[in-house]
T-cell receptor, first 116, second 111 residues
Framework: NAGVMQNPRHLVRRRGQEARLRCSPMKGHSHVYWYRQLPEEGLKFMVYLQKENIIDESGMPKERFSAEFPKEGPSILRIQQVVRGDSAAYFC??????????????FGEGSWLTVV | KNEVEQSPQNLTAQEGEFITINCSYSVGISALHWLQQHPGGGIVSLFMLSSGKKKHGRLIATINIQEKHSSLHITASHPRDSAVYICGLARAGGGADGLTFGKGTHLIIQP
C-alpha cells in the first residue's frame, strides 16, 4: 500500500509563473490536507478537501492560491503568479476519515518550492 | 499566546541519554499527534494520542488531558534520532480544521 505521494519533490519557478503541486492520498483515503512550512517556521494548515469538495480553506491565502481534489486523480495545489515569499515546503496529508480527530494522519514527503 | 507550545526549542544530547520533549496546549482537543521530520525530509507520524500512554520501540508518548500536556520520550537515544519533533493538535468538537502545530523541537544526538 503506497503512502501519500507528492510530486514534484522539488520545483523551481520564476516570479510570476504558476506552480502546481500534486498529491495522491493513500489508497482508500478520501480526506486530504495541505500544509505549508515556511523556512524556520512551523507547519501551517492551508486547506482541507474531500473528493470534489473544499471543506475548509481558512488557512489558504485568498489570492493566487487554489486547491482541488477531483473525483479522479490527485489533489492539486495551484499557486498562480508566484512570489519569493511562496518559497516553502508544501506537505500533503491524508486520512480515511475526517481529519485528525482520533485518526492517524499520513504525510507525504513534501514538495519544496523555490521561487527565483 | 500560541495554542501549542513546545519545549525545549533546541536540544543537544549525547548518545544513550534519555530524552524528553514537552508539548503544552491551551485548547480542547480530541487527539494529539507527534510527528518526526528529518532535515530536508518528509514527515512521519509517530503517535496519535487521546489519553494515557503509547509506546513504540524506544519512543514513548504520554498525555495528560486535564493538565493539557503531552511528552515524547526517547530511551537510549541514537544519532539517527536527530530530527525535528512536532506536536500537533486535533481540536475537540469534530471540526473540519486540520491540525494545529507547535514550532517543533530540534533534537541533535551526538555520538
Amino acid at each position: 500500500n503506497a503512502g501519500v505521494m507528492q510530486n514534484p519533490r522539488h520545483l523551481v519557478r520564476r516570479r510570476g509563473q504558476e506552480a502546481r503541486l500534486r498529491c495522491s492520498p493513500m489508497k482508500g483515503h478520501s480526506h486530504v490536507y495541505w500544509y505549508r512550512q515556511l523556512p524556520e517556521e512551523g507547519l501551517k494548515f492551508m486547506v482541507y478537501l474531500q473528493k470534489e469538495n473544499i471543506i475548509d480553506e481558512s488557512g489558504m491565502p485568498k489570492e493566487r492560491f487554489s486547491a482541488e481534489f477531483p473525483k479522479e486523480g490527485p489533489s492539486i495545489l495551484r499557486i498562480q503568479q508566484v512570489v519569493r515569499g511562496d518559497s516553502a515546503a508544501y506537505f500533503c496529508a491524508s486520512s480515511p476519515y475526517a481529519g485528525g480527530n482520533g485518526n492517524t494522519i499520513y504525510f507525504g514527503e513534501g514538495s519544496w518550492l523555490t521561487v527565483v | 499566546k500560541n495554542e501549542v507550545e513546545q519545549s525545549p526549542q533546541n536540544l543537544t544530547a549525547q548518545e544513550g541519554e534519555f530524552i524528553t520533549i514537552n508539548c503544552s496546549y491551551s485548547v480542547g482537543i480530541s487527539a494529539l499527534h507527534w510527528l518526526q521530520q528529518h532535515p530536508g525530509g518528509g514527515i512521519v507520524s509517530l503517535f496519535m494520542l487521546s489519553s494515557g500512554k503509547k509506546k513504540h520501540g524506544r519512543l514513548i508518548a504520554t498525555i495528560n488531558i486535564q493538565e493539557k500536556h503531552s511528552s515524547l520520550h526517547i530511551t537510549a537515544s541514537h544519532p539517527r534520532d536527530s530530527a525535528v519533533y512536532i506536536c500537533g493538535l486535533a481540536r475537540a468538537g469534530g471540526g473540519a480544521d486540520g491540525l494545529t502545530f507547535g514550532k517543533g523541537t530540534h533534537l541533535i544526538i551526538q555520538p
